[in-house]
């Protein structure tokens, strides 16, 4: 089929497409700023609109008229539909828009999706979203026009507004949708003639007044910005918290289920020289931060004094908004999956090489081994350097900078200790490692990494990325492997403590490495379903971060409690790991539950990698360099855990990890390693 064929032959958009693209900012990845209820009117009058133009129903002064149920096929527009035809009493138009407006957001979830899929939009973690590289040419109603999918709709919005055009109904709506959400003067520039053609525009539809109406006359509008009703928050006293079982074994995920279960979604806790911390725990809550918190919640205040122990400013886990997309669309080829699939051969070279070191009868420190084992990977695949002669002293200064800039468990001087300062000298040797391997000679015929993307970001913008900001970026990934080495002890430790586990994720081990190293295609299938199953009960049970912090920017209400601006709030993501209702019998380690039908962790109550705009941008590979490893650890080695009856205990700061009195003994080797 020739190109001409395959725009002719491809499904035209719908208002709620057009809707969703016209709204789309590709600067912050995400709409531009609507207010809920605004947007929440516009998407469900674009649904009734489209119902209209395919002849549904039919709309006049008083009603809105049910012309056929028949179901479309369009998942947006069929449960709208449904509802119209169980109401036995007829409607107009405000009352549908008022009613359905709680709907919204599953109908903009299946909009986007289907943008996706149709190649228009890409999908980026986070939640973010661009206009794909293949985004389809117009001709979705008529084949004249040439340019992207936002462009066509663009161009016939502004020939009726600019050049006098009659509009067709689909123009009009779309007018009047986009009116409604007054983002009109974002994208073109309206003098008070064009203005006065989009007020006249607006009033040749009925459905686009009836948006119109339920957003200036609906009660439920104003209540978006009303504090006066909302509930005290309820304040646990310190003391008490410390009493919980589960902090005592450094489970936060588990207090936290346990402090929702007792207080709600939102409660306090003041603390002496921390002032007052609000917490927020739930599914509700864990919704409201993927999908609402980029518009009230910053990032920047919490982290820019941790930020000056690096010596920078504006690094990525402390940007919001068009500055953090724009960053992470550029260093997001770094953290590819893909990336570490075309290298699997260095992966299983440099594991090899570490694993190595390990002396049958010795025991090590479990954290240790795993950081280390891992290192040994991440370093020469992001940065090009081995590094692991330096990074036991990196990960040390990077958790006292945490725990004296952020936790504040300890006080400041602690990080200007001698131990301390020498160990921040380092950070400018590993960058300047990483600055002589990445010249052009030098990095000649060598696959791209993290560090080429960086170099090139700060040679093309040394605004955005000044080289004051390098010694951060630079040596990250020895701080990334800092955490995945903590989250692999984890694994390795729920591994060896249920040997029914153990014998099936060896065997898969055995069975992969049988007849050589496997390929990108067997690490994805089903021959290490078990370990990618277990993988996940582990990052349930077991989450590193379990909470993230942010600040205030814009006061809003979260389940019927204000948050002021200015507040800080912690947010314990990973509080529905232990929720019955989300994860039933929640202490019982079962990986069936990522099977269907459970796949209980679909949706935002399983969050290890962290919700909304700052979810983790390395899961895919993550999660494929942790099934690597754990494969890799069980194939060569017999290990045990040291003590034979240790208990685990987990250390809460700066982040979750196994306590250093955790050991794994190599007690055999099960296979010689490769030379």
């Known amino acids: 089929m020739t190109r001409v064929e395959t725009e002719i032959a491809a499904p035209p958009l719908t208002l709620l497409d057009e809707l969703v693209l016209t709204l789309l900012n590709e600067e912050s990845g995400y709409f531009r700023q609507v207010p809920g209820w605004n947007l929440n009117c516009a998407v469900v009058g674009a649904a009734l609109a489209e119902l209209s133009l395919i002849y549904r129903i039919d709309t006049d002064m008083e009603s809105l008229i049910l012309l056929d149920q028949t179901r479309t096929g369009d998942p947006c527009l069929d449960p709208v539909l449904s509802e119209i035809a169980r109401e036995p009493v007829q409607r107009n138009a405000q009352y549908w828009i008022e009613r359905l407006a709680p709907q919204a957001d599953a109908i903009i979830d299946t909009t986007l999706a289907r943008l996706v899929d149709m190649k ?22 008529t084949s004249s026009e040439v340019g992207t999918a936002v462009e066509f709709v663009k161009t ?15 123009d009009v709506v779309i007018i009047c949708l986009i009116d409604t959400c007054d983002v009109l003067r974002y994208i073109f520039e309206l003098d ?14 009925l459905i686009g007044r009836s948006i119109a109406d339920a957003v200036s006359e609906n009660i439920t509008g104003s209540l978006f910005h009303r504090t006066a ?12 918290a410390l009493r919980s079982k589960h902090l005592r074994k450094g489970n936060v995920p588990a207090f936290m289920a346990e402090l929702h279960k007792e207080y709600g ?11 007052r911390m609000i917490f927020l725990a739930g599914p509700e809550t864990n919704h409201w931060v993927h999908r609402h918190g980029r518009m009230h919640l910053r990032a920047r205040d919490y982290l820019e004094d941790f930020e000056k122990v690096y010596g920078g400013v504006g690094l990525l886990p402390a940007l919001d908004g068009a500055d953090h997309f724009r960053y992470r669309k550029s260093i997001q080829p770094g953290y590819a999956r893909g990336r570490l699939e075309e290298q699997l051969d ?14 049958v009868g010795e025991a090590d420190i479990a954290v240790t081994m795993c950081r280390n084992l891992i290192n040994s990977e991440l370093s020469p695949l992001t940065i090009g350097i081995d590094s692991n002669d330096v990074s036991d002293d990196m990960h040390k200064f990077k958790e006292r900078a945490l725990k004296t800039h952020l936790a504040k468990t300890l006080p400041k001087f602690m990080l200007h200790t001698p131990s301390m300062r020498r160990r921040a000298k380092l950070i400018d040797d590993v960058v300047d490692r990483v600055l002589r391997v990445h010249t052009p000679a030098q990095r000649a015929g060598c696959p791209r990494d993290l560090a080429d993307e960086l170099l090139n970001m700060h040679g093309s913008d040394r605004q955005f990325l000044p080289e004051s900001n390098l010694r951060f970026v630079l040596s990250a990934p020895l701080i990334a492997s800092m955490y995945v080495g903590d989250q692999l002890s984890f694994i390795a430790y729920a591994m060896l403590a249920q040997p029914e586990y153990l014998e099936r994720i060896r065997d898969e081990a055995d069975a992969l490495f049988a007849n050589g190293d496997p390929d990108r295609e067997t690490l994805t299938g089903p021959a290490i379903d078990v370990t990618r199953r277990f993988i996940m009960e582990c990052l349930r049970m077991y989450p590193i971060v379990p909470m993230s912090v942010r600040n205030v920017m814009n006061k809003c209400v979260v389940e019927g409690y204000e948050l002021p601006e200015g507040a800080r709030i912690f947010i314990a993501q990973t509080a529905t790991h232990y929720m019955s209702d989300h994860f039933p019998d929640p202490f019982t380690f079962n990986i069936d539950r990522y099977q269907a039908p459970r796949k209980e962790h679909i949706g935002s109550t399983y969050a290890p990698y962290g919700l909304g705009t700052h979810t983790c941008l390395g899961i895919r590979w993550t999660e494929l360099q942790l099934a690597i490893n754990l494969l890799m650890m069980v194939h ?3 290990l045990e855990i040291a003590p034979k009856r240790y208990k685990l205990k987990i250390s809460p700061f700066p982040s979750m990890s196994p306590n250093k009195k955790l050991k794994f003994l190599v007690a055999e080797k099960r296979h010689e390693l490769p030379v």
């Open 265 to 275: 979604p939102v409660f306090d806790i003041k603390v002496p020289f921390q002032g």
């Open 229 to 240: 009703l909302t509930r005290a928050i309820p304040r646990l006293k310190l003391r008490k």
């Open 156 to 170: 016939r919005i502004s020939r009726a507004i600019f050049n006098n055009e009659i509009p067709g109904p689909r």
């Open 346 to 359: 260095m992966v299983f070279a440099k594991a090899r090489e570490n694993l190595a070191t390990w002396n």
């Open 120 to 141: 228009i939009l890409q999908h980026h973690e986070g939640d973010f979203w661009s206009l794909a590289q293949g985004a389809w040419k117009s001709g979705f109603h």
């Open 192 to 205: 008070e003639e064009s203005e006065a053609r989009v007020e006249q525009i607006c009033k040749m539809d």
């Open 636 to 638: 060569y080695y017999d």
